[in-house]
């Protein structure tokens, strides 16, 4: 199987039946898998235009990450305007993706980060109001009560999974939503219900790829509509760690394991 879940590049050929693209288009696109490639197949729902504004290796960026972080914050999270949000995962590609996201999108939302103590300056540099160093205090809830005024965050986005459930939860204010995205601690953790029943919060898991090709590309299209303008007039410039060559993927990968990088790595194939 040949690795690799977003790429960008031109159109080579375009399958039976397809209108509004034309060969030699700049796009970029979800793919499952085969990204890792020359040539890759997409569907045509799930194209998108790339900006004269942007090079390849940062359109190569949006798909995965942007389009992840905008569906969970915004399309299933209700992130609104004037909200509070905690994304953990500080300098990873969703986290500074969604962080992109909201300055852009929704400009008076309070910021909250969850962040190694390697990268907390980086982070604090992309405009978020707290960063929590998650090494010191890994039950955050405290930290998040005394800068929210005890309210707690209208919406959490979390991969961590089980570990994080409970401070995740503490910290959630009343009618607030945590989405799910990743379990990288574990599968299982202890919940009290009657508590999320009295605070009216919810707990969404979702889950980009395994989507059926259809709700992809109505993701897509409202991706497109709302947040690719701002790819467009560089309100949002995706952040690079490093271009590696497609023969110097073991040392890409390897950057990506040891969590050496800030943003997003990018394979350029030709």
Not at 93 to 111: R, S
Not at 258 to 269: A, M, Y
């Amino acid at each position: 199987e040949i690795l690799g879940l977003e790429v960008a590049g031109t159109i080579e050929a375009l399958g039976a039946g397809v209108s509004g693209w034309q060969v030699g288009d700049r796009v970029m696109t979800l793919v499952g898998g085969g990204a890792y490639a020359e040539y890759a197949v997409a569907y045509a729902s799930h194209l998108m235009p790339i900006p004269a504004s942007m090079s390849f290796e940062e359109a190569a960026c949006v798909c995965e990450s942007y389009i992840t972080a905008f569906l969970n914050l915004f399309m299933v999270g209700g992130l609104k305007d004037k909200n509070t949000v905690i994304i953990h995962g500080g300098g990873g590609g969703v986290n500074t993706a969604g962080l992109q996201l909201c300055k852009a999108l929704v400009p008076q939302t309070k910021t909250i980060v969850t962040a190694h103590p390697s990268k907390i300056d980086r982070v604090k540099a992309l405009g978020v109001d707290l960063v929590i160093d998650y090494t010191t205090t890994p039950d955050f809830a405290e930290a998040v009560k005394e800068f929210t005024a005890k309210k707690g965050a209208d919406v959490i986005l979390d991969h961590v999974g089980a570990k994080y459930l409970a401070p995740n939860m503490n910290s959630l204010g009343y009618a607030g939503r945590l989405v799910i995205i990743g379990v990288i601690s574990g599968i299982k953790a202890e919940l009290n219900l009657a508590l999320m029943m009295v605070k009216r919060q919810q707990i969404i898991g979702s889950v980009l790829r395994s989507r059926p090709v259809k709700d992809k590309g109505e993701i897509v299209a409202e991706f497109t509509r709302t947040a690719l303008p701002k790819f467009a007039d560089r309100s949002i410039v995706p952040i690079i760690e490093k271009v590696f060559p497609l023969n110097q993927v073991v040392e890409a990968h390897r950057m990506m394991e040891e969590d050496k990088h800030f943003g997003k790595i990018v394979l350029k194939v030709a």
